[in-house]
């Protein structure tokens, strides 16, 4: 089988392409950049493809011959960077463009597309159970504006799927955690932090999580199982900071931090810090979005992912470790 995978130096791409390898995919890797690509994927024997989801046109004949396209890419991590408007690249890549992507696969006779969204995209039920696939947000009521756009991308998806009948199965990631975040996202920022004592305290938060590597495996495994148009939630562990801390200290030896900060105080740091990040020019883990997204309490279910896919978890220390080591090996991705 020969596969396309797009962002495959992102956390979940690269993870994604040793793992179609080492079930014996031929691998078309597309990355933005050649250099960053040999050097997270060199010696795996993926066949790197410079080109950028702005221009799917430019590096589309490269789908040609593939059996299977992996969309990773995504406008996500400059999503939540000190940027005052975001909207208009939200719309590009993670609607328009992905749109033209699956369009010119099917020109080019590429037979299955695994796309990927996020439980972003899920809203939270009133009856107090895990949401499920169903349960989709109204794009007005998205936490952020990266939300929004992968709301947005997924309707698209599914009227073009209507029409056309390209079999697009398509996983709905919780946080994810692991190794090979060269970037790093939002999870490796969290764990880089905790390993260098810059954590202050924990507040009360609920969300889900989980291992990238688990969900290379579910993609894989949808490329068998799935069945075309279907949506599959991948959230491993409903926890908390509290308890990201407590299994970080376990794993790390790194001792965890000890203050509770009330929620009111949370957003008034929040604030602060997401201030004067931006009158400073740095970036920032902790803004008032994210601490709106960590106290959701906000639990989805990964009950079809497991009946059809037999989509299995790892344990959130394995995950917390094998992440914290890669880090502590490699903490800038080079
Ligand atoms: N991480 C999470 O917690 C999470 C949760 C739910 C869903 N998701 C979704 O999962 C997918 C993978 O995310 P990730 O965590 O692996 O993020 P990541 O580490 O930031 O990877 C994103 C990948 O997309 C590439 N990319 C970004 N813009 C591109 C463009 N214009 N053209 C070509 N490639 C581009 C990046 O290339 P560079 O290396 O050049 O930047 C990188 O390879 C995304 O669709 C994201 O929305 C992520």
């Known amino acids: 089988m020969r596969a396309f995978v797009t962002g495959s130096t992102g956390l979940l791409g690269n993870n994604l392409v040793r793992l179609l390898i080492r079930e014996g995919y031929e691998v078309k890797a597309l990355a933005r950049n050649r250099i960053k690509a040999e050097a997270m994927l060199g010696g795996t024997g993926a066949e790197i493809v410079v080109g950028d989801m702005g221009d799917v046109d430019a590096f589309a004949p490269a789908l040609k011959g593939c059996d299977v396209l992996f969309h990773t890419a995504a406008y996500f991590r400059e999503a939540f960077e000190r940027k005052s408007e975001h909207w208009p690249m939200l719309q590009r890549i993670n609607i328009d463009n992905t749109l033209r992507l699956f369009e010119l696969a099917q020109r080019h006779e590429v037979g299955t597309v695994i796309h990927t969204s996020s439980n972003a995209t899920i809203r939270k039920r009133t009856d107090g159970k895990a949401s499920e696939e169903s ?9 952020t504006p990266y939300a929004r756009s992968k709301i947005l991308g997924d309707k698209a998806i599914a009227e073009y799927v209507s029409q056309t009948q390209l079999p697009v199965m398509t996983v709905l990631p919780a946080w994810m955690f692991g190794p090979g975040d060269a970037a790093p996202t939002s999870s490796g920022r969290f764990v880089l932090d905790y390993l260098n004592r810059r954590l202050q305290g924990v507040f009360d938060t609920g969300f889900d999580v989980v291992d990238a590597r688990d969900v290379a495996a579910a993609m894989l495994a949808a490329v068998s199982k799935g069945k075309p148009g279907e949506r599959y939630i991948l959230a491993a562990h409903h926890t908390s900071l509290a308890e990201l801390c407590q299994v970080l200290g376990r794993v790390t030896g790194v001792e965890e931090p000890k203050r509770s900060v ?22 920032t883990n902790l803004t008032v979005d994210s601490v709106r997204v960590l106290t959701m309490m906000h639990r989805t279910s990964s009950a079809k992912a497991a009946l059809e896919l037999g989509v299995q978890f790892r344990p959130l220390e394995a995950t917390l470790r094998d ?5 502590r090996l490699d903490p800038k991705g080079s």
């Open 323 to 327: 992440t914290a080591d890669w880090l």
């Open 135 to 143: 349960d989709v947000l109204l794009p007005s009521k998205a936490p």
């Open 262 to 283: 009330s929620r009111p105080m949370i957003y008034t740091v929040a604030w602060f810090s997401q201030t004067m990040a931006a009158l400073f020019g740095k970036e």
